[in-house]
């Protein structure tokens, strides 16, 4: 079994392993940045300012705030839904057609697909 952290974006559920999340932050205090970069939100400020990425087209009420690759970053989400235990074996391969992966498999959640989000995958976006 792990532990997953589980949100919602644009309609669909995902999850990503608890160890890589470290916080849930409001969106009301992204800044958004001149010319940004594909997928990039905007940032929150702090010592040193935290980038957010968007790359689910969420409406974004919300940020995980994730620590991969000696990364931290936020990750807009509409919401964050919970924690679940989630048997590894449950999980099934990524889908297929991702133009940028960042889904490394699926799991089925009493008849819900959920995407299971890779925090190194999304870390490779900044």
Excluded at 2 to 10: E, H, I, L, P
Excluded at 22 to 48: F, H, K, Y
């Amino acid at each position: 079994m792990t532990t997953m952290v589980c949100f919602q974006a644009d309609g669909a559920a995902y999850c990503l392993p608890l160890q890589a999340a470290r916080s849930v932050r409001t969106a009301a205090e992204v800044i958004a940045l001149p010319d940004p970069a594909a997928d990039v939100a905007g940032i929150i400020p702090g010592d040193p300012p935290l980038t957010v990425i968007s790359p689910l087209e969420s409406s974004g009420r919300h940020i995980l705030v994730i620590e991969a690759q000696g990364q931290t970053f936020g990750l807009l989400v509409d919401i964050v839904t919970g924690i679940q235990q989630i048997d590894v074996a449950d999980i099934r391969p990524a889908p297929k057609g991702q133009g940028r992966p960042f889904v490394s498999g699926t799991v089925d959640r009493d008849g819900r697909l959920v995407f299971v989000a890779d925090p190194t995958a999304l870390a490779g976006r900044l």
